[in-house]
């Protein structure tokens, strides 16, 4: 085998570190629009503080980006998708919103990230980051917000067992 020249430079898979829930100003990177449901998705990074760059440095060590969500502009959501781009056009000056999603690219907006439980492919119950609201950057830097307690799934039970087998041709319930 070859030796590897940064060995001691490499860090060992789950030891490193990861946003938390908080308050970050961040950077749009890359949006995509769906019209046939009518959401947007967005992939962003960390734009300032000591994860600047959390998911570019992500992608390019695990080939994944892992922030991003989605952003419906459907009527019953209109105002959620509205305080988004306020809070996008306050923090960039001079910029309106022209309902041209390519144009978000490379803005900044304020993201308050609230942790979230989520059942994994494996079964198990991990956290995940997701955006629980949107703000200019300046109300991020300034520290005036509040950081969202964990939300937790609902984990569902198994199904009563019977205490004894029914006689056949008789309903269990």
């Not at 789950?14 to 749009?28: E, F, K, M, Q, S």
Request: net charge negative; charged share 30%.
């Amino acid at each position: 085998m070859k030796p590897i020249n940064n060995w001691n430079d490499v860090k060992a898979a789950g030891t490193y570190d990861r946003p938390g829930a908080g308050g970050y100003v961040c950077i749009i990177k890359r949006v995509t629009d769906d019209p046939n449901k009518e959401l947007l998705h967005i992939e962003y990074d960390i734009a300032e503080g000591p994860f600047k760059s959390y998911a570019a440095d992500t992608a390019e060590r695990a080939g994944f980006w892992p922030l991003d969500f989605t952003k419906s502009y459907k009527t019953k959501a209109l105002g959620f998708f509205k305080a988004m781009i306020e809070a996008i056009e306050k923090t960039n000056n001079g910029y309106t919103w022209t309902w041209d999603e390519k144009t978000l690219v490379n803005k900044g907006v304020g993201i308050i990230l609230r942790e979230e439980e989520y059942e994994a492919r494996d079964g198990k119950v991990k956290t995940r980051l997701k955006p629980y609201a949107f703000m200019t950057a300046n109300e991020i830097r300034s520290g005036e917000f509040t950081v969202p307690e964990r939300k937790l799934i609902d984990h569902v039970t198994a199904a009563p067992q019977m205490e004894e087998e029914p006689d056949e041709g008789t309903l269990p319930f």
